[in-house]
């Protein structure tokens, strides 16, 4: 029999507690017994008297697990492992108060009725469209459309460099160096295109941008992205004009200095790397980190060659979400936000203008109920905007505050996301020259440093127990796919398993997943893509990405909660070390604060090392890579 290794088991769950118990007891007494011979005498009386005394053991074990255990007790009460070179961590605090499954259930969480059968799952799953069906609507106003575009769908895709190889089967493996494709050739791909290699890579979008005079006549001509997945460069008939950095926040070039009446070539050179967490499968011994700032998942692809672990939703690359060309009039609306004021019955807004020629304008706004009729405001013009103080990038900043008065505020909640829709106007002598529409939701959400036990969470003044799952890339598919009924019934199929939260797992969504989960009463977590820590190099990377994380999310009710570190490794040494780490998030936090008041955050996820005064939670993982212990002895050939 070959030796069995020492295991050390941190925290088991009590239901486990037995199996891991017995297992340990079988592995003891069958070094003693020498159950590596093929032939047992059941007739040697020592053997018999051991395999007697293991039962009687067993049995005891399974009397004393049957008594009640709080495993969150036993975790806390657990000495905490110093790590070599860092700060001691600090001692547990218990609560004053225990959490057990009858205090869960006073806060009206109730079970809802058993579903066995797919026709009960299909009826139940009716019945929530129809109840969700009104909160869906669009009752406002329609607005002019002023702006025009055109929608870059095909592209021509060559992959001209990777780690990444294919073997006869589709199987990807890696290669020690990123090399050139000497096999390479062009294809035609539909945007969103979203495809491997998921290590160092290089691609080349191409097409043809045919400009009539009415395109060359508009005042700014931009190509605008959704989102390209890592770095992109962007050029115009061979000239750079723009670049971006991250795998999720839009952003627009100005291209009218680079194009001309006719045709003209756009090239988009997209680079990847691996994950900055490193050490996957897929990276091999010879590429151990990269330096993209993205988690061990992604939105994924349809790839049969991937199915290990995390690659249900590998991390590739690619134009992942629209692409636009936009004709813009020399004031336009450049981004609108609105925070609600619960309190005060009153919504305070900024907007924000770009004004390339200072044109005298002025700018009016509107506010509706979006999902209920209701109009608060109608047409409340404001000063000229050429007047308004400027922000660092030169746009107009327009800041107003819009009190409800006597109309009633209807809260956004879980069982009734009542949504506002804000409609802002910019015109000029000649009429409107540009308008955007914005839904938002009154409500407040917090969590609490004065409550027992510490970080509780309240939903509009009430307190609320964020029930829920983490999404790897499901949803994100959705939008991809344009099956907005798929992505509608996953939501509500959350719901119906009571759910209340949803976890965006290590990366943000697309704007549709956040307007459903408004639509349909759901609160959910944004992560920034980091896993395992920030490397010293990328710091100034992540700076702008939180920011566009905080753009993308701060209008939408549905997002509770940000988290900026999925479980961090402080160990490696090119990562930040953990005073650098707190001091970085700090700034985040001042970040999120300016960005969006109000707005909860966590430092990091996972119970490896808990910041500072931040929360953290913890994370079993008893059972989460695989097989109960038990079964993995059983069948991996230990007792055989």
């Known amino acids: 029999m070959e030796e069995v290794k020492p295991f050390v088991s941190i925290c088991i769950s009590p239901d486990r507690q037995i199996d891991y118990f017995i297992t340990i007891l079988f592995v003891i007494i069958g070094k003693k017994c020498n159950f590596a011979s093929d032939r047992y005498l059941l007739t040697d009386t020592m053997y018999m008297k051991k395999i007697t005394l293991l039962m009687f053991i067993a049995a005891w074990a399974q009397t004393m697990s049957a008594q009640e255990v709080d495993i969150f007790e036993q975790f806390a009460l657990q000495k905490r492992v110093e790590t070599p070179g860092l ?126 005079p009415q395109w ?73 980190y990269g330096k993209k700032l993205a988690a061990s998942g992604g939105l994924g692809w349809d790839e049969p060659g991937l199915g290990k672990g995390w690659t249900m939703s590998p991390p590739g690359f690619g134009i992942w979400q629209r692409c636009l060309m936009e004709a813009r009039p020399a004031a336009y609306i450049h981004e609108v936000y609105i925070h609600p004021l619960v309190e005060q019955r009153k919504a305070m807004v900024r907007i924000e203008i770009a004004n390339t020629q200072k044109r005298p304008c002025t700018l009016s706004y509107s506010l509706f109920g979006q999902n209920f009729r209701e109009t608060v405001a109608k047409d409340i013009t404001l000063d000229d905007v050429s007047r308004i103080g400027k922000d660092s990038l030169g746009l107009t900043v327009c800041q107003f505050v819009i009190d409800f008065g006597k109309a009633p505020v209807r809260l956004w909640s879980l069982d009734e996301p009542w949504l506002y829709q804000l409609q802002v106007s910019v015109r000029d002598d000649g009429g409107t020259v540009d308008a955007r529409k914005q839904q938002f939701g009154m409500r407040t959400f917090e969590e609490s440093d004065t409550s027992e036990p510490k970080g509780r969470f309240y939903l509009n003044g009430k307190e609320i127990m964020l029930r829920g799952a983490n999404m790897m890339g499901n949803l994100m598919q959705c939008v991809m796919r344009n099956d907005l009924d798929q992505l509608r019934d996953d939501i509500l199929l959350a719901k119906i398993a009571g759910m209340t939260f949803w976890r965006m797992t290590q990366q943000p969504c697309q704007t549709e997943v956040y307007d459903y989960f408004d639509k349909l009463g759901l609160l959910a977590q944004t992560d920034m893509p980091a896993f395992n820590g920030y490397r010293k190099d990328a710091v100034e990377e992540v700076k702008p990405q939180l920011v566009e994380m905080m753009k993308l999310i701060r209008n939408h009710p549905c997002n509770a909660v940000i988290s900026y570190c999925n479980e961090p490794d402080f160990n490696k040494p090119m990562m930040l070390d953990r005073q650098q ?17 109000g707005q909860v955050t966590k430092w990091i996820e996972g119970d490896y ?10 994370h079993c993982y008893d059972t989460w890579y695989g097989k109960s212990m038990k079964t993995s002895i059983w069948e991996g050939g230990f007792l055989r």
């Open 87 to 212: 700060e001691n961590n600090p001692a547990p605090v218990l609560p004053d108060i225990t959490l057990t499954w009858d205090n869960v259930a006073q806060k009206g969480f109730e079970p809802g009725k058993k579903i066995t059968t797919q026709k009960q799952l299909e009826k139940e799953l009716a019945k929530m469209r129809k109840r969700y069906a009104p909160f869906m609507r669009d009752l406002a106003p329609n607005l002019p459309t002023v702006r025009k575009q055109y929608e870059l769908k095909t592209f021509d895709w060559i992959l001209l460099a990777s780690e990444m190889r294919e073997d006869k089967d589709g199987n990807l493996y890696p290669i020690p160096q990123v090399e050139p494709l000497e096999t390479a050739a062009w294809k035609t791909v539909t945007i969103p295109h979203y495809t491997g290699p998921i290590n160092k890579a290089e691609a080349i979008y191409k097409t043809q941008l045919e400009l009539t």
């Open 609 to 618: 090392i808990n910041l500072a005064n931040k929360h953290s939670d913890h």
């Open 216 to 288: 060359m006549a508009a005042e700014n001509l931009y190509l605008h992205f959704n989102g390209i997945d890592y770095q992109a460069e962007v050029y115009i008939n061979g000239k750079k004009a723009g670049s971006h950095t991250g795998l999720f926040g839009a952003f627009e070039v100005d291209i009218k200095p680079f194009v001309k009446q006719g045709s003209n070539t756009l090239e988009i050179r997209v680079l990847n790397d691996s994950p900055m967490m490193g050490d996957n499968y897929f990276l091999g011994p010879n590429r151990k």
């Open 581 to 597: 780490h707190e001091q970085l998030f700090t700034l985040f936090d001042a970040v999120a604060a300016s960005l969006h008041p």
